[in-house]
């Protein structure tokens, strides 16, 4: 891919700093990324996976941490939402205090340097995050290598990676978790056809830590 300012965290701390605001003023949690129905179809999954509800979850970039809130509305109770972006921590924990969901943990973290204490996850879920530091101007190559080392370190062997891509095919996803982890399930998304070949703008897929 192309270098990319989507790829930097000064783009993505500006960028949480105008939804905290927007947050303040009207109360709007801001963008909710790949639509709900990537939410859906994440704790759809989960529900019929019977993964049991005091898993201990992951959300990866986690932004407003609205895909938390939605897991605890579905009853799960072993939450953590992790971003690089301090402006990103702050607009979650207002949604978090907003909607009473005061058990959801959240922390400044970067993923691609994890701290001792980020481990021991059964689930980690990835909506865009891969994706963003795909596009980073600074060795890409090189931090989606660590994302992989990163997250075979947090994730317990045979817990399950759930990611949403709109950058890459699953193909290619396969080639870059092939280090470490399974394909278990490919998850349906919307497709589009054009010029007479039907394609999926999104790609979300469950891998399976070996």
């Not at 990319?4 to 801001?30: N, P």
């Not at 919307?190 to 703008?201: D, E, L, Q, V």
Request: net charge negative; proline share 4%; aromatic share 10%.
């Amino acid at each position: 891919f192309s270098p990319s300012v989507l790829g930097t965290r000064e783009h993505w701390d500006a960028a949480y700093e105008r939804e905290l605001q927007t947050f303040q003023d009207i109360g709007d949690a801001g963008e909710i990324w790949f639509g709900e129905e990537s939410m859906v179809r994440i704790i759809r999954w989960l529900e019929k996976q019977k993964v049991p509800l005091d898993s201990p979850v992951l959300d990866i970039g986690t932004g407003n941490g609205v895909l938390l809130i939605e897991l605890a509305k579905s009853g799960y109770t072993n939450l953590t939402g992790i971003d690089y972006s301090p402006s990103a921590i702050q607009l979650s924990e207002k949604v978090r205090e907003k909607e009473g969901m005061s058990d959801i943990n959240l922390k400044v973290e970067d993923f691609l340097a994890p701290s001792v204490e980020l481990s021991g996850f059964e689930i980690c879920i990835d909506k865009g995050t891969f994706d963003a530091i795909s596009l980073n101007p600074d060795n890409a190559e090189g931090k989606r290598k660590q994302y992989v080392r990163s997250l075979c370190s947090v994730l317990k062997p045979e817990g399950f990676f759930l990611i949403t891509s709109c950058n890459w095919t699953k193909e290619e996803l396969l080639n870059e978790f092939r280090e470490g982890f399974e394909i278990l399930e490919e998850l349906p998304t919307p497709k589009f056809c054009f010029g007479g070949r039907i394609g999926n703008s999104v790609t979300a897929l469950v891998f399976q830590r070996k």
